[in-house]
């Protein structure tokens, strides 16, 4: 029987409200449930979900995606910076180029002939989620150096792994399609997409601030920011910009221009926030495929480990440089492990770029690995990562609960 969309999309509500349920019972992030009852429901399992119905619901990814961004970008705010100083920059740039380095080099020695798919999964091990993370130093109360130094990291940091993202992915394409790499189109192309997704979200920030900072309705607010964050997405697309880098330097501007039009419009994306994420997250679990697991069984391990030591090491290596206290030194790495979120934004893009046929079979199985890779992996780093969190919190002494 052939259901229609949005009664399939009602069924994936009701769904989320399940994972919601089960995963506070098990005092498991509410993510991970989504993630894990998605794979229940997928293509491997009960096959619920099958491949056009994903198609049809697409724009839910753009929807969480845009909401996510302007999350992350709200978070940059310049006051933030003066508090904690330089080494929130040293460590989140690190944990997020040394992870990718571990993960790039580890994949390339599992299959020297895909130089293109250690990019790609080095790329997208550099990100890590802020959201298990936040819900241990909320669940506890944690409040110290380490929470804030953390709680800034992880805003930054998924901006570092987008800019790495592109970079790996421009190479990547090249790769794939045989082309001759151009050192100077490697540097210049990843240039002008970042340039252009920062150039057109600073533009949007300027032209909003100016057309809607008396705006105050809760109704008017939410066609504003929908309005913004469409035609960013728009745009984007248009001229091959990046969409999430775009949106969050729309956010990153506005905050910072205009705190008051910012909260407004942050208050929108957080009341439906939830709502897209929860469709965006149990979608991207039925993307799972276990046929799969024999072949990127070994590989998931390689890239769970090395990602873990790339961003332990990386932040520690960061917090010294950066002169940090000695509290952030020793345990900011262990609040760094989940990946779960921009990862997967990342992974969904990585789909939609490269598994479309564009760039023939290893293209569309590139697509197939990183997306399995990754769901794969989330599930032990989003049930790890809490409880690292948890320990170094307790730790630092800085647990109030």
């Known amino acids: 029987m052939n259901l229609n969309t949005l009664f399939m999309l009602s069924i994936v509500l009701v769904i989320s409200v399940i994972a919601q349920t089960v995963t506070q ?3 498991l992030p509410t993510v991970t449930g989504y993630v894990l009852i998605g794979v229940f429901f997928g293509k491997s399992l009960l096959g619920f979900f099958d491949e056009t119905f994903l198609i049809n619901v697409d724009i839910i990814n753009d929807l ?3 909401a996510m961004a302007f999350t992350i970008g709200s978070e940059l705010k310049k006051s933030l910076f003066k508090q904690l100083g330089k080494s929130i920059f040293f460590i989140a740039f690190f944990e997020s180029f040394i992870a990718f380095i571990f993960v790039f080099v580890a994949m390339y020695l599992w299959e020297p002939d895909k130089l293109y798919q250690a990019l790609v999964l080095g790329a997208v091990a550099s990100a890590t989620a802020p959201a298990a993370t936040v819900v241990v130093l909320n669940q506890y109360k944690a409040r110290g150096a380490l929470t804030s130094t953390i709680l800034a990291v ?9 800019i790495i993202f592109v970079f790996a992915s421009t190479i990547a394409k090249s790769t794939l399609i045989g082309e001759h790499i151009s050192y100077l189109k490697v540097i210049m192309q990843p240039i002008i997409e970042i340039g252009g997704s920062f150039l057109l979200g600073i533009i949007v920030a300027f032209v909003v ?9 809760p109704e008017d607010v939410l066609v504003r920011v929908t309005l913004a964050i469409f035609f960013i997405f728009g745009v984007s697309i248009t001229f091959d910009f990046s969409e999430l880098l775009a949106v969050m330097a729309f956010a990153a501007v506005l905050v910072n221009i205009n705190p008051l039009l910012n909260n407004r419009f942050l208050k929108v994306t957080t009341y439906l926030g939830p709502l897209f994420f929860a469709m965006f997250f149990i979608l991207a679990g ?9 072949v990127i069984g070994i590989m998931g391990l390689i890239y769970f480990l090395s990602r873990f030591a790339g961003k332990y090491l990386g932040a520690t290596l960061g917090a010294f440089i950066g002169g940090a206290p000695k509290v952030v030194r020793k345990y900011v790495g262990l609040g760094l492990i989940p990946q779960v979120g921009v990862a997967v934004a990342m992974a969904i893009i990585v789909d939609k770029t490269f598994g479309n046929g564009d760039f023939g079979e290893p293209g569309i199985l590139l697509s197939k690995i990183v997306i399995n890779v990754l769901l794969l992996t989330t599930i032990a780093t989003e049930v790890i990562g809490p409880l690292l969190t948890k320990y170094a919190i307790t730790k630092a002494d800085e647990r109030n609960i």
């Open 154 to 162: 992880v805003g930054i940091d998924d901006a570092i792994a987008l």
């Open 286 to 294: 039925s993307k799972l495929d276990i046929k799969l697991i024999p």
């Open 25 to 27: 019972k098990l005092k």
């Open 64 to 66: 969480a995606l845009g």
């Open 209 to 217: 601030n100016f057309l809607f900072k008396k705006v105050r309705s």
